[in-house]
């Protein structure tokens, strides 16, 4: 329990946190904290960098499996990305988590003015398009609850992505702030919105969650039961649409996708089960190792989470016990503790993730690039080589550099993030070529940049096929003099490359040899684990690439 809740102070703070912080927000003695964090790194979902713990890719592990289990995105993913393409507006799609709207897919268009929320953000119902939608299938208990929790969080502070809520004027005492001027008080006519959205089947958000944010909101219902599955959400602002504008032009459209969408649930082929992810066999000798400091029923709840997935929506205890490898004693152990958390519900036999699990972790991490995974992996390269490192994406006929860690040592090349060179003549941008049909390959022209630079179109093809068989490129003085460079690609989960990491040095530090035997494998390690986190990170959203 206490370790969930670093996660979830860490999530609040973004993504990073220091270790006196977590102390601080959670009210654990240091000694906990220092063990909890310790527990969440071994596994990989926190990394501990100088007095920071910071959320790591992995983590997104958790998501993964509710959204997996779900199979909402994977089934209307492309739908909502098509509707927003369609309109060029901003689409989402949200599932109800108790009184509150999560978001579960954001297909966001850029622009200036747009707040956007995140994968995982919860809001409060009241202050949204779906949340009266949602409420239509409210019973006694749910109202009971929201109305407490309207009582108890007056200025919806358990909701820390969403703008304070706004009171009376005379009350809030700062009539000068114009944006809580603006603000219309919000959620008291939660009631009649949720009696109008039963009838019409829409709702609208006219500015309640934001000032100029408007959003119109229809159900999906799933084919079996239906109840709502979850909502598709056009967003905009009022410099484009007003609400009222939102629904006479985009209703039929947006109600045109959720026919289709309603269509792929019914006609979906039930999901296969995926093979049980992660045993947890690692947990007792990760014990061993690390003693006192290892928490193993945090890693062992939180592996419960992960045996969740594909097909895997509802288990039993049995089912859960044999897919991590738990004792049943000890798997039932932490799915009552995840139970009273909220983060598994229970159906007579089998149980279930809920929406919560989204709130460990997910919505930071959800925006994370590829060069924000590469850093530290790239870090741990250059210091365990004592060279640079980096990585690089091709465009056109060059290569740009995305995310690079340099040595205090002097090199004569100078690059940082963002500088471009040519292709042909780099490490990087060879390991790149290397992987498109021949035909694809944009080389640009090819100047000798020294004496040794490869000119001849067909020397050079021929080089490309090489590197496309061993897996790597050594470039020797072929950009500049004395400058040695080896490079390896990064592949997302299709095996497409995506970029290529190098390590680049005067070439007296080593022989090409010693690069290919000290160096590759170094290079080599540190691609599986950028590829590892991408594959994590990337499954339910695209990772952008810089
Ligand atoms: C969003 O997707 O950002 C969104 C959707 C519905 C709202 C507010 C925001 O009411």
Redesign the pocket.
């Known amino acids: 329990m206490r370790g969930i809740a670093v996660l979830r102070r860490l999530t609040e703070a973004d993504g990073v946190s220091s270790l006196s912080g977590l102390e601080r927000a959670t009210g654990l003695a240091r000694s906990t904290v220092d063990r909890i964090t310790a527990t969440l790194a071994r596994m990989g979902y926190v990394r501990l960098d100088g007095r920071d713990a910071v959320l790591a890719p992995r983590l997104m592990e958790l998501g993964n499996a509710y959204l997996a289990a779900l199979r909402l995105p994977r089934l209307l993913d492309a739908h909502a990305d098509a509707l927003a393409d369609e309109l060029d507006e ?1 689409v ?1 799609l ?1 599932v109800g988590d108790r009184d509150g709207i999560r ?1 579960i897919h ?1 297909a966001t268009r850029r622009r200036a003015m747009s707040l ?2 995140r994968i995982g953000d919860l ?1 409060p119902a009241e202050r ?3 949340g009266p939608l949602f409420a239509t299938e409210w019973g006694e208990t749910e109202w009971a609850r929201w109305h407490e929790r309207r009582a108890a969080d007056p200025e919806d502070r358990g909701f820390p992505t969403v703008p304070a809520r706004s009171r009376p004027i005379d009350e809030a005492g700062d009539e000068d702030d114009p944006v809580r001027r603006q603000q219309p008080t919000s959620g008291d006519d939660f009631e009649e919105r949720t009696a109008e959205a039963r009838e019409a089947g829409w709702a609208l ?1 006219d500015q ?2 934001e000032p100029g ?1 408007v ?1 119109l ?1 229809v159900p999906v219902r799933d084919a079996g039961s239906g109840r709502i599955a979850c909502v598709v ?1 056009v ?1 905009s602002h009022t410099s484009r649409h007003s609400a009222a504008d939102l629904r006479d032009t985009l209703l039929p459209r947006l109600r045109a996708a959720v026919a289709a969408m309603e269509r792929e649930l019914r006609e979906a082929p039930p999901a296969e089960p995926a093979a049980p992810s992660g045993l947890a066999g690692w947990t007792g000798a990760s014990k061993q190792e690390l003693g006192r400091e290892f928490i193993e029923s945090l890693a062992r709840g939180l592996t419960v989470i992960t045996s969740f997935g594909d097909g895997r929506a509802e288990l039993t205890l049995t089912e859960v016990a044999q897919a991590t490898g738990l004792a049943r004693a000890t798997a039932r152990r932490a799915l009552i503790t995840l139970e009273h958390l909220g983060y598994v519900t229970a159906h007579g036999r089998v149980f279930r993730l809920t929406p919560r699990v989204l709130g460990l972790g997910f919505p930071p991490l959800s925006r994370t690039s590829l060069p924000q995974i590469a850093t530290p992996h790239l870090t741990q390269l250059s210091q365990r080589l004592r060279d640079s490192a980096s990585l690089a994406i091709l465009t056109g006929d060059e290569i740009q550099y995305t995310a690079r860690v340099a040595t205090s040592g002097v090199m004569s090349v100078n690059v940082t993030v963002g500088s471009r060179l040519p292709a042909y003549a780099t490490s990087l941008g060879r390991v790149i070529l290397a992987d498109l049909p021949p035909t694809e390959r944009k080389l640009g022209e090819l100047r000798p940049l020294t004496r040794y630079t490869v000119t001849d179109p067909e020397r050079l093809t021929a080089l490309l096929d090489r590197v496309r068989e061993d897996g790597f490129a050594l470039v020797d003085g072929e950009l500049e003099e004395g400058l040695r460079s080896i490079a390896v690609p990064v592949r997302e989960r299709g095996g497409r490359v995506v970029a290529a990491v190098n390590v680049a040095m005067h070439s007296s530090r080593r022989t090409p040899e010693e690069c290919a035997d000290k160096v590759l494998p170094e290079l080599h390690a540190a691609a599986t684990r950028i590829e590892a986190d991408l594959r994590v990170a990337g499954r339910f959203r695209r990772v952008p690439n810089a």
């Open positions: 901003s989402s949200a978001f954001q956007s929320f809001l949204t398009a779906p958000d309640l969650i944010l959003a909101s959400s967003v």
